[in-house]
């Protein structure tokens, strides 16, 4: 879930071919699937929970706008985490955009529904999709667009192979956006180590 209490900056990630790769088995009762038809609607619902839109409504719009015109993509490139019931409960995607004429990978909308945070269900999610842009994208660099708010998730990323990049790209195009970030990022760390790793 996103931290709104701290002050916000934009900035992208990036990671190099035969970057580290955690090892983060799903727990006993979770199972991974690729996207279905209908699945849309799972997804509005992880991502709103997540407070990544402020409603199902216009998640699902986006979704509808972005994602589902490339139905074969999302057929191979969008994944969930389910539970024994069924229900999503998690999801992230392989997606990628063209910036100056080239095709770039980016991990993409990363979300575990609150319910089920801190079972170790997004390090899961983060190192199966990144294996899967691996496969699917000849090991390219993968980019992915985060956020101060995300600053929980930025440990797992970089445990993936991913670090913060200044370089221009389709979604952020600012040293000094990447620079407040960092400064940001820098200050959570020294109040974490300060707490004894306690956030």
Known sequence: MLDK????????????????????????????????????????????????????????????DKFL????????????????????????????????????PWLHWVAVYPAYQGLGLGKAVVSRVTRLHIELDNNAPIFLKTQTWSYKAINIYKANGYLPTDEKTLYSDSKDNYKKAMKILERLDRQRDASKGEY
């Not at 509005?44 to 997540?50: D, H, K, P, Q």
């Open 5 to 64: 209490s701290v002050p916000f900056a934009g900035f992208c990630m990036r990671r190099e071919p035969g970057g580290p790769l955690q090892d983060a088995p799903l727990p006993d009762g979770f199972r991974f699937v690729f996207y279905q038809d209908g699945d849309e609607k799972a997804w509005a619902r992880i991502e709103a929970a997540v407070l990544e839109f402020d409603s199902d409504f216009r998640a699902l719009m986006f979704f509808t």
């Open 69 to 104: 015109p490339f139905k074969n993509d999302l057929y191979r490139r969008c994944m969930f985490i389910e539970n024994t019931d069924g229900e999503k409960v998690a999801t992230a995607t392989a997606w990628w955009s063209y910036v100056d004429g080239y095709r770039r």
